[in-house]
């Protein structure tokens, strides 16, 4: 069975601090992984990577994959109160009928106070 | 832009009672999925399908069931409702050949 955990659970920080969020996870065939964020309602696409690109970088935010440690790192330097939110790891199933079926970790609450 | 809508964002049932919960897509994408998201559990896959008629259970499929008569449409079907359901319900829809699912704004259904 697939498994992704995702660390720390929760985190507050003021703003302008760097913050990095944790994703490690345990897949029978891996092909991606991918973080979303999600605010008030519905989680919004940010970030996949694959064994041919394992980092990516939009702004403020980067992200970081590594194969060896099973584990990938998302990055935020000089958050803002609108980073606030829920980051959720995930990564897909790759095989038979279920192929492309996403695990997903419990996610980290992050919480930026001005 | 992919576009996926759900019937309520509230909705307010009573134990026992029978609820639909409705998610439409606005292009041909066969994978459809259903999540509940609860605090500290993350998302949590129900049901998925991946063609008209076709559907598999996912991680936490019991006391639910799901429809699929068109493409566009998936259904997830609450056949005697209980507090233990009351969570977010969040549609999503796989494009094409990318692992990348995108979400509706979810449901937030509360059990009486």
């Known amino acids: 069975e697939d498994k992704v955990v995702q660390s720390p659970l929760s985190l507050v920080v003021h703003e302008g601090d760097t913050v990095t969020l944790n994703c490690s996870y345990e897949v029978t065939n891996f092909r991606s992984l991918l973080w979303y964020k999600q605010e008030k309602k519905a989680p919004t696409f940010l970030f996949m990577l694959t064994s041919s690109g394992i980092e990516k970088k939009s702004g403020r935010l980067s992200s970081i994959l590594d194969k060896k440690e099973l584990s990938s790192i998302l990055n935020i330097t000089a958050t803002q109160t609108g980073d606030s939110a829920i980051y959720l790891c995930?990564?897909?199933?790759?095989?038979?009928?279920?192929?492309?079926?996403?695990?997903f970790g419990q996610g980290t609450i992050l919480t930026v106070h001005p | 832009d992919v576009k996926v809508t759900q019937s309520s964002r509230y909705l307010v049932k009573r134990t026992g009672e029978k609820v639909f919960l409705e998610c439409v897509q606005d292009m041909d994408h066969e994978n459809m999925f259903w999540y509940r998201q609860d605090p500290g559990l993350g998302l949590r896959l129900i049901y998925f399908?991946?063609?008209?008629?076709?559907?598999e259970k996912g991680d936490i499929p019991e006391g639910y069931s799901v429809s699929r008569e068109k493409k566009e449409r998936f259904s997830l079907i609450l056949e005697s409702a209980s507090t233990n359901q009351t969570s977010m319900y969040l549609c999503?829809?796989?494009?094409?050949?990318?692992?990348?699912?995108?979400f509706g704004p979810g449901t937030r259904l509360t059990v009486l």
């Open positions: 399908s991946y063609d008209v008629k076709m559907k």
């Open positions: 995930a990564v897909p199933y790759a095989g038979g009928t279920s192929y492309g079926k996403l695990t």
């Open positions: 999503a829809i796989r494009t094409g050949g990318s692992d990348t699912q995108y």
